[in-house]
């Protein structure tokens, strides 16, 4: 049962436009979300997180939103560098469970020069 | 300071074969937590521990199983493998359990099952 999904596999955006990744959840308990970025042959990176008591969160060129009502969570990335060319996963925490972390399955991101 | 380190990073074993993966995390991180990365299937949960005791464990056959050392150093290990256990095996590691904040992941290791 994958309690977090990410639906779009891959995504491409031209440097220096927006990039809007979404990442949907299923269970209403989750209260800490996280996002990591990834590049081959090395693992996961944390990049930003939210807390389910707030709806943005903003970290430079990164924002995350949170629509706890829809179960949505997005990460924007503005403007889009050729370097932000990544596998990016979201990850949503049960509080029940400690330290499991439950992740999406990723998506693709290429920002083209 | 140095991150979290896993060995082997590449491995090829044949069905049937067990193989154990190895994790240092970070030091002063006393939680370690595994996961399995297959295409299309994101990052499972496989189980996490701390302070030498498992805290938590993922919908995986008991054909995976772990441990930690006093030192914080963890071990997982995969018996009588199969042909879909082939998969990118990550390690975390982290201050706390149960806290909010970030795993701090290693760079894997790669299981190729013939």
């Known amino acids: 049962d994958q309690q977090v999904k990410q639906n779009s596999p891959s995504l491409s955006v031209q440097e220096g436009r927006i990039s809007i990744l979404n990442c949907d959840y299923t269970?209403?308990?989750?209260?800490?979300f996280l996002w990591y970025k990834k590049y081959p042959a090395e693992g996961p990176t944390f990049l930003i997180s939210i807390s389910s008591i707030k709806d943005k969160n903003e970290d430079g060129r990164f924002t995350v939103f949170l629509n706890k009502s829809a179960k949505h969570l997005s990460l924007h990335i503005v403007p889009s560098q050729p370097g932000d060319s990544a596998v990016y996963f979201c990850a949503a925490r049960n509080p029940n469970t400690g330290n499991q972390f439950y992740f999406g399955t990723g998506t693709s991101l290429t920002v083209i020069p | 300071k140095a991150g979290v380190t896993q060995t082997p990073r590449y491995l090829i074993k044949t069905r049937g074969q067990q193989v154990t993966l190895s994790c240092s995390p970070i030091?002063?991180?006393?939680?370690v937590s595994w996961y399995q990365q297959t295409p299309g299937q994101g990052l499972q949960f496989l189980f996490e521990?701390?302070?030498?005791?498992?805290?938590n464990k993922g919908n995986f056959p008991g054909r995976f199983s772990g441990r930690q050392f006093s030192n914080s150093r963890s071990e997982m290990n995969v018996s009588t493998l199969e042909l879909g256990d082939s998969a990118l095996y990550l390690c975390?590691?982290?201050?706390?359990?149960?806290?909010?904040?970030?795993?701090?992941f290693g760079e894997g290791s790669r299981l190729t099952v013939l």
């Open positions: 521990y701390f302070s030498e005791t498992q805290r």
């Open positions: 269970n209403s308990m989750f209260d800490y």
């Open positions: 975390a590691s982290s201050m706390l359990t149960g806290g909010t904040g970030e795993l701090f």
């Open positions: 030091s002063g991180h006393r939680s």
